[in-house]
């Protein structure tokens, strides 16, 4: 068994915080040979893992490889928090496809949060869940947009988790003069996302899924009739274009000597790399910046 104090991923810089702390980290054999299953799954992250227990326990034979260690992409090095809502908030939303749709989709999330604390309990995994987070505001003008967003929340999505916070409470909080307003979210908090991702893989395991670490993808192959041009064409024409999002993603995959999680395709339509990682990093819908952090289990 690897130590997670030696490990080094191939993937990820240096060692994390969550990979210093998450204890027994086992690790599983790299696929010899070949399989035959009914599904098959690449990347082993929460929605691989997580699609590899519901098949197994369902009673389809699945096999899952991944690259790398489970945990050594952003599953395991996440930032924890698990968000209230969609990307934007409500009424950004609710303007863009309207209350009913925004007000579905914000239940919807609401449901996710609550599966992934009773998935937790349920299978004994340890996630450090800790409840309590702060968004913040770095400029005074957004003030009104903060206290509107804690009322929207609790009158128009039955949501009374949220409250406003002033400029004195948020810098009390943070321990920062840098920030001028923000909301305090008590329902929702932080995880050990690597924990829930050992925890994942285990569940899994146990369910009858085969799992595999250090089994990288070379090639995925559609079935078709030999001779069928149209198929051959339509192949390479995806082949080609997978090629270039390839190179796409490589273009972009860092901004400011930062880690970018934008689309490559969103850098490409804005026509500036830069300014597209920072909205994608911090933005919060109409190009708000702010800070989100996770409190301890004290602060409530």
């Known amino acids: 068994m690897a130590s997670q104090e030696t490990w080094q991923s191939p993937i990820a810089p240096g060692l994390s915080w969550y990979q210093a702390t998450v204890g027994e980290r086992p690790t599983y054999a790299a696929l010899d040979g070949s399989r035959t299953c009914d599904v098959a799954i690449v990347g082993g992250g929460y929605t691989g893992l997580q699609a590899a227990y519901n098949l197994a326990k369902a009673g389809v034979s699945v096999v899952l490889i991944e690259a790398c260690r489970f945990g050594d992409g952003a599953s395991g090095r996440n930032g924890g928090q698990l968000g209230t809502g969609q990307r934007w908030w409500p009424e950004e939303l609710e303007e863009k496809i309207g209350y009913e749709r925004s007000k579905a989709l914000f239940d919807l999330a609401e449901a996710a949060k609550r599966h992934l604390i009773d998935f937790a309990r349920e299978h004994q995994i340890e996630i450090d869940y800790a409840p309590g987070q702060l968004n913040v505001a ?99 024409h995806r082949r080609a274009r997978a090629d270039r999002l390839q190179r796409l993603y490589r273009q972009s995959g860092a901004s400011n000597g930062k880690p970018c999680h934008a689309d490559p395709l969103l850098h490409r339509r804005h026509g500036a790399a830069r300014r597209a990682s920072r909205c994608a990093a911090g933005g919060r819908g109409r190009g708000r910046f702010a800070f989100r952090r996770a409190l301890l289990p004290q602060i409530r």
């Open 138 to 236: 770095h400029k005074a003008s957004y003030k009104r947009a903060y206290y509107e967003n804690a009322e929207i929340a609790a009158f128009r999505y039955d949501y009374p988790h949220l409250r406003f916070m002033d400029e004195k409470e948020t810098q009390e909080r943070l321990g920062s003069k840098r920030f001028h307003c923000g909301v305090r979210d008590v329902g929702t908090g932080h995880i050990h996302p690597l924990k829930l991702l050992v925890g994942l893989a285990r569940v899994a395991a146990n369910a009858g899924a085969e799992i595999f670490e250090m089994t990288g993808a070379t090639a995925i192959r559609r079935g078709r009739r030999q001779g069928d041009d149209r198929n051959r064409k339509r192949d390479d």
